[in-house]
């Protein structure tokens, strides 16, 4: 089935509640305004922008990560799929969908069993048990540290104690506590724990990584 080009249902689950929340969006609404979806609970909400070059533009609040994520994609993708989804760029799990009301649905109950099934890997028996400890821990938090301190490294925002115009020699070693980043060259290290996403929840804001 293909949709109609000017409609099509957005969804994202709450971070803090754990309930779906989908809308039908139309071109109109997009380009009169900035579209908020916000769940029933109140403590979060989904933002829409259609730009002046035709891409719409979201900001989801992530069932995982601390803060919301960014996305940009075509109108096209955006009207004309069954099914579009936007994982989280750290854990892989989809965060946000929109095509036909059908489709949104089933990905939300999908999606939602793919939640509790990685919680229960972690010792998690409920999503409410989840939203009040925050304890996803190693793989998961690891593997979220060790991609963002790669980002920081190619962006060249990783910093140590070489001087000034010469680049460091960064690794990243997977410990018990955490992943510990130093510089072969000037020996700075700093530990980044993984214990916990609120344990690495001042790490996951920062937007450069300073070694001591």
Known sequence: MVLESKQTTVAYRCPHCGAGVMSVVGLFQLTADMLKLKCSCGKSEMTVVY???GKIRFTVPCILCPTPHNFSVSSSLFFGK???VLPCPY???NIAMMGDANHVKAELS???????DLLEENGIDSFDAFRGEQTLSDPQVTEIVTYVIKELDAEGRIHCHCPHGEEGDYDAEIRQDGVMVSCNRCGASRLIATDSLISAHEFLNADSLELE
């Open 91 to 93: 854990s892989d799990v």
């Open 51 to 53: 730009g002046k070059d």
């Open 110 to 116: 999908r999606t939602e069993l793919e939640l509790l």
């Open 82 to 84: 069954d099914l579009f």
